[in-house]
């Protein structure tokens, strides 16, 4: 990590973290830092180092993609298809609320959320799904296998663009789409040399 007044500061797991396999690190609006790990998440804030796993609530302690929304609560994909969002209560206090998306293993590999409040996740083998609202007990979601845009339902990480853009990057093909008339346009990325040296090339558009 690096200071303010540049000095270097290695956290490992002799002095704070959880683990030394860093699976993603993310900035809040708060300027604190989590640290996502296979031991759960560390949080770097003001008051000090916090780390939530297993014994502080998390259904698994595996994660992956690490997210706030616009209204503070920390959403934690897991390595097992679901999801755990940290929120603060009325007392101040921190509680975290577990929601399965997934029957059986599905990495979650990325969480962004949109302008009109949609919150994406993206997962390593079932595609993408668009949460649009939840309670202490379910989430309100749409499922969108993106075999149909990638080849296969692998999604690597996405982009959101503007307000109805979003690009979705797997290991061969990106897909340009508009969330509101979930249309998209594929690209290839085709390699030109042992250093793989890429260009883009649309191959062809498709809709739901």
Do not use: C
């Not at 706030?68 to 920390?74: A, K, L, M, P, W």
């Amino acid at each position: 990590m690096i200071t303010s007044d540049e000095r270097v500061i290695t956290y490992n797991n002799t002095n704070g973290l959880k683990d030394n396999y860093v699976t993603h690190v993310f900035e809040d609006s708060g300027h604190n830092i989590w640290i996502s790990s296979q031991l759960g998440v560390s949080l770097f804030a003001q008051n000090g180092l916090e780390t939530f796993n297993k014994n502080t609530g998390l259904a698994d302690e595996y994660i992956f993609a690490v997210h706030t929304d616009e209204e503070g609560n920390v959403w934690l994909g897991n390595n097992l298809g679901g999801i755990d969002v940290i929120e603060t209560n009325e007392r101040g206090q921190q509680e975290v609320i577990n929601y399965d998306l997934i029957e059986g293993s599905s990495t979650v590999s990325a969480i962004r959320q949109m302008a009109d409040g949609r919150i994406l996740m993206a997962t390593l083998t079932d595609g993408l799904f668009v949460i649009s609202g939840r309670d202490k007990n379910n989430l309100e979601y749409e499922h969108y296998p993106m075999s149909e845009y990638l080849g296969h339902n692998v999604i690597y990480d996405f982009q959101i663009v503007n307000d109805s853009t979003v690009w979705f990057f797997s290991s061969s093909v990106v897909a340009e789409m508009n969330m509101n008339t979930m249309k998209a346009s594929w690209y290839i990325w085709l390699l030109f040399s042992l250093f793989q040296e890429t260009n883009l090339y649309r191959s062809f558009q498709a809709s739901i």
